[in-house]
């Protein structure tokens, strides 16, 4: 059934209800039906416009990621493509540094951000810090031309998920570091995608409630990225895994 139909579905449902619990009750009339099924009739009707209200929430706050992380191709076909990274980055609240400059521009709190970085057009960007904003797959279409990228951050996104991480490949030749702690939709087979990054040097996969066995997983990326420092706090290790990855680490010593 398609969510205009049921939409319709219930609107039928909740005025049935109200004819039902508003219906006057005369001396003539068959006497009125007891107070907990009143009140039950009150509760579903109720119930019925907190679901609907949910329903209208979810879908608003999908149409606005949907917005933010929509392709800018106005800002890259006046300014080029890292006027318009740029631009994305910090309309979702971000920051970032140009290659061969200090400073960071960042957007604060409430959005705003200082225009000053229209004067460095043609300057690719180095360093992006995406952290608790809603990027996410579509998104990263607007970052696709910066081959000078050495640090992301995404500490905290609830929009990466796995199919997030399998698109950072197009990165693999520049990126050094990258944070994707704390975001509640990878898994184990997402972080597998990783493998493509063989220029990484650090790694942050700290607190992911979203995988399992995370001792083994910690071994497997050690070995996928040799070259990589990997921080894994944030989990339970039980003494078996901990004893599993020193002993994994000393075979690995001795081969080498």
């Known amino acids: 059934m398609s969510a205009h139909l049921m939409s319709l579905h219930r609107c039928c ?26 009140l039950l009739l009150f509760l579903t009707q109720r119930f019925y416009d907190m679901e609907m209200l949910l329903s209208w929430s979810s879908q608003l706050k999908r149409r606005v990621i949907k ?17 318009a990274a740029a631009y994305y980055v910090l309309n979702l609240k971000g920051g970032f540094r140009f290659v061969g400059l200090s400073a960071w521009f960042r957007a604060n709190h409430r959005g705003k951000f200082n225009w000053d970085f229209l004067n460095h057009k043609d ?3 180095e360093e992006v810090d995406m952290s608790y904003s809603v990027i996410n797959y579509t998104g990263l279409v607007n970052l696709e031309g910066q081959r000078s990228l050495r640090t992301l951050s995404f500490r905290g ?29 990878i898994t184990t087979g997402g972080l597998a995608a990783l493998r493509n990054l063989k220029g990484l040097q650090r790694l942050d996969i700290s607190s992911l409630p979203g995988i399992s066995s995370p001792g083994l997983i910690i071994i497997l990326l050690e070995e996928m990225l040799p070259q990589c420092q990997i921080t894994a706090s944030g989990y339970n290790l039980s003494l078996s895994q901990e004893e599993k990855m020193e002993q994994m680490q000393e075979q690995r010593k001795g081969q080498s």
């Not at 009750?25 to 009143?38: A, D, G, V, Y």
């Not at 917005?67 to 006027?83: C, E, L, T, V």
């Not at 693999?172 to 975001?183: A, G, K, M, T, Y």
Request: aromatic fraction near 10%.
């Open 13 to 38: 449902q909740r005025s049935a209800l109200l004819l039902v619990a508003r219906r006057p009750w005369s001396s003539s009339s068959t006497s009125p039906p007891p107070l907990h099924t009143r």
């Open 123 to 125: 300057t690719p960007l």
């Open 67 to 83: 917005r933010k992380n929509a392709y800018y191709s106005y800002a890259q076909r006046f300014h080029g493509s890292d006027i």
């Open 157 to 185: 996104c609830p929009e990466v998920d796995d199919w997030f991480l399998a698109k950072l490949h197009m990165f693999q030749d520049s990126l050094e570091e990258l944070d994707i702690s704390h975001c509640p939709r």
